[in-house]
């Protein structure tokens, strides 16, 4: 049932045009939880990224590009067709390096061709509350982070703010679509051992 899932979670920043400089979506920052069984044992990889206003703005989607490279047998996101992968899009078309851009559409639709479930489906689709109070309502630990919060983080180069609260998404991700599951007892009690045995910037 895990073989080769990753759940994944972005931030994005949208600039509105000023001046002569047209409107633009940067992708600020991503993470993603990579589970799978590795000589029978159930493995967990779970690597973050960010880019700060001081940065190349295309560093995070060059890393994205890069993770997303050999396609996941499943790919677990939250909101996708009406935030994550429109965002990403938009991230695509406004970027001035369009070299990468090309590169990162081309792993999108290879990887949205494998499966892909949206896990806000099993808590109302569209009409979900927010993850943070379905994370909440669930029991799972979480780490807010408001779209101010975002903003600033990215101004004052606060990497580990903006890669704490993107972690915290990729495994509540992961741990809500376990719960929605009837099948998950075991994978559920690995991961809580994982989160707990594992060091201080996972344990959520």
């Known amino acids: 049932m895990t073989t080769d899932t990753v759940a994944l979670s972005t931030a994005w920043i949208h600039q509105p045009a000023r001046g002569k400089a047209p409107a633009r979506t940067l992708l600020v920052g991503a993470a993603t939880l990579s589970v799978r069984y590795h000589f029978g044992t159930l493995a967990f990889d779970l690597a973050t990224h960010s880019t700060a206003v001081t940065d190349n703005p295309v560093e995070t989607m060059t890393w994205l590009v890069e993770r997303l490279h050999v396609p996941p047998t499943r790919l677990l996101l939250w909101r996708a067709e009406d935030i994550v992968v429109p965002s990403l899009i938009s991230a695509c078309e406004t970027t001035r390096d369009t070299l990468t851009a090309a590169r990162m559409l081309r792993e999108l639709e290879l990887t949205l061709d494998g499966e892909v479930v949206d896990v806000a489906e099993s808590y109302g689709g ?44 990729a495994i509540g991700t992961w741990r809500l679509w376990l719960k929605s599951r009837d099948d998950a007892e075991a994978l559920i009690a690995a991961t809580d051992a994982w989160v707990a045995t594992s060091p201080a910037q996972v344990r959520l």
Do not use: N, Q, W, Y
């Not at 309502?137 to 780490?143: H, V």
């Not at 101010?148 to 990215?154: C, K, N, P, V």
């Open 126 to 169: 569209s009409r979900a509350t927010s993850f943070d109070a379905v994370s909440h309502d669930a029991g799972l630990p979480f780490r807010p982070m408001s779209k101010e919060l975002l903003h600033r983080s990215h101004r004052t180069g606060c990497h580990g703010a903006i890669r704490a609260h993107l972690a915290s998404r």
